[in-house]
Nanobody
Framework: QVQLVESGGGLVQAGDSLRLSCAASGRTYSNYHKAWFRQAPGKEREFVAC????????NYADSVQGRFTISTDNTKNTVALQMNDLKPEDTAVYYCAIGEFYGRTSPGEYRYWGQGTQVTVSS
């Protein structure tokens, strides 16, 4: 069993930066691939970024490519999402997730989820 807890969300202005963090408990955390998703009000949960278990590979949604960076530290059982040049359309609840297969962009492919952290970007 793995538990995930996100932190770092908040209210910022367009152009600002935020760093989200996800802390995990569980002995097998490092063996999983990690990802961030987000869900805006009235919309489906969408893929943001993913990273392989050892951090060697990563992939991003087109909408965040070049602005967001995902990273993982298996010594600390954390996965982070550095978000730069935030835009109002980035407003959503952000979730971290882990799964057995790298590169999957569907929420159903991920086994464990955090409770989410709110990010609000004002214009």
């Amino acid at each position: 069993q793995v538990q995930l807890v996100e932190s770092g969300g908040g209210l910022v202005q367009a152009g600002d930066s935020l760093r989200l963090s996800c802390a995990a408990s569980g002995r097998t955390y490092s063996n999983y691939h990690k990802a961030w998703f987000r869900q805006a009000p009235g919309k489906e949960r969408e893929f943001v970024a993913c990273i392989s278990w050892n951090g060697g590979n990563s992939n991003y949604a087109d909408s965040v490519q070049g602005r967001f960076t995902i990273s993982t530290d298996n010594t600390k059982n954390t996965v982070a999402l550095q978000m730069n040049d935030l835009k109002p359309e980035d407003t959503a609840v952000y979730y971290c997730a882990i799964g057995e297969f790298y590169g999957r962009t569907s929420p159903g492919e991920y086994r464990y989820w955090g409770q989410g952290t709110q990010v609000t970007v004002s214009s």
